[in-house]
């Protein structure tokens, strides 16, 4: 209440005792009219001194009464009495947030195929590009005197192709695996280099050898050789394999890097390679390339 309130209150005990107003009907009702507000202005000057002595818990009341809502505008009705005016609650124009229906963070029989695939494969968004990737850094490690041609198979499918893949078995932890393969050419023999990223599964780690010898199902000697203080297992198989020779490497964070390479194509109908593409000393530095290494 402000202090013209105030006035109009006290002017209201003064109009009490003034002479009885003129018998003029139209005045009659509007000094009715203001003589009701007075009376209310008064009430409510009576009022403010309890108010002001509670103002300290006026809050905590006011929002016991309310319940917390916001109350809206008081104002008069037909009967006299002030009543409350609903104040819509104001609705939120942010888009809430959807919960992703990602697989379980362990894999159990029956759970969805992540991110909308049908199956284990992604072909298309950001992981199968990945492995477009890998399969471009793959071909930009191809040594002078090799080309990577875009050659066919004889029922004409592509002979390069890039793979992204959810890896996960029952009971592991999410994982992908992410590959690419490309032709290598000289002298009209075609041979075949593959990379392999696998992101980290929660395993142990293990012997480089032992990793080394998890690839492909391959046999063979296998020597471990420093690059820089990386370990990496380096497999020699007898040539009964698709791959004669590959490199293994582990991470610190889990990731598995395999590059291997075959002096042949299978399937391809071509002659193959004389020599490997690269030495054992090659592949290890090669395996070890920052560009090869997929984490998620």
């Given at each position: 209440?402000?202090?013209?309130?105030?006035n109009?209150a006290?002017?209201d005990v003064?109009?009490?005792s003034?002479?009885?107003p003129?018998m003029?009907?139209?005045r009659?009702?509007d000094q009715a009219h203001?003589?009701?507000k007075?009376?209310?202005?008064a009430?409510?000057?009576i009022a403010?001194?309890?108010?002001?002595?509670?103002?300290?818990?006026g809050?905590?009341?006011?929002a016991?009464?309310?319940?917390h809502?916001s109350?809206?505008p008081?104002?008069a009705?037909?009967?006299?009495?002030?009543?409350p005016?609903?104040?819509?609650?104001?609705v939120?124009?942010?888009?809430p947030t959807?919960?992703p229906?990602?697989?379980p963070?362990t894999r159990?029989?029956?759970?969805p195929?992540?991110e909308g695939?049908?199956?284990?494969t992604?072909?298309a968004?950001?992981?199968?590009a990945?492995?477009?990737?890998?399969m471009?850094?793959?071909?930009?490690?191809v040594?002078p005197?090799?080309?990577?041609?875009?050659?066919?198979?004889p029922d004409?499918?592509?002979m390069?192709w890039?793979?992204?893949q959810y890896?996960?078995n029952d009971g592991e932890?999410?994982?992908?695996?992410y590959k690419a393969?490309i032709?290598?050419e000289t002298?009209g023999?075609v041979?075949?280099l593959?990379?392999?990223?696998t992101?980290p599964?929660?395993k142990?780690?293990?012997?480089p050898?032992k990793l080394?010898?998890?690839?492909w199902?391959?046999t063979?000697s296998c020597?471990i050789?420093?690059?820089?203080?990386?370990?990496?297992?380096?497999?020699t198989?007898?040539g009964r394999?698709s791959?004669?020779?590959?490199?293994?490497?582990r991470?610190?964070d889990?990731?598995?890097v395999y590059f291997?390479?075959?002096?042949k194509?299978?399937?391809?109908?071509?002659s193959?390679l004389?020599?490997?593409?690269?030495?054992?000393?090659q592949?290890?530095?090669l395996?070890t390339s920052?560009k090869?290494k997929?984490?998620?």
């Open positions: 209440m402000n202090e013209e309130d105030l109009e006290f002017h003064m109009v009490r003034s002479p009885p003129s003029d009907p139209a009659a009702l203001r003589a009701r007075r009376r209310r202005v009430w409510a000057a403010v001194v309890p108010l002001v002595v509670g103002v300290g818990a809050p905590a009341l006011v016991n009464y309310t319940g809502r109350a809206g008081m104002v009705s037909g009967t006299g009495m002030t009543q005016v609903s104040t819509p609650t104001p939120s124009t942010m888009t959807k919960t229906s990602n697989v963070s159990k029989t029956g759970d195929w992540p695939q049908v199956d284990r992604a072909t968004g950001p992981r199968a990945r492995a477009v990737t890998l471009h850094d793959l071909g930009s490690s040594p005197g090799f080309s990577e041609p875009d050659l066919k198979y004409g499918h592509p390069r890039p793979q992204s890896a996960s932890r999410d994982y992908w695996e393969s032709p290598v002298a023999r041979g075949r593959l990379v392999q990223s992101t599964d929660g142990p780690a293990m012997d050898c080394a010898r998890k690839f199902s391959g063979g020597a050789v420093d690059v820089g203080g990386k370990k990496v297992g380096v497999v198989t007898n394999g791959y004669d020779q590959w490199a293994a490497y991470y610190g889990g990731t598995v291997a390479q075959s002096k194509f299978d399937r391809s109908g071509r193959p004389t020599q490997p593409v690269f030495t054992a000393r592949l290890a530095e395996v920052a090869f997929i984490s998620t």
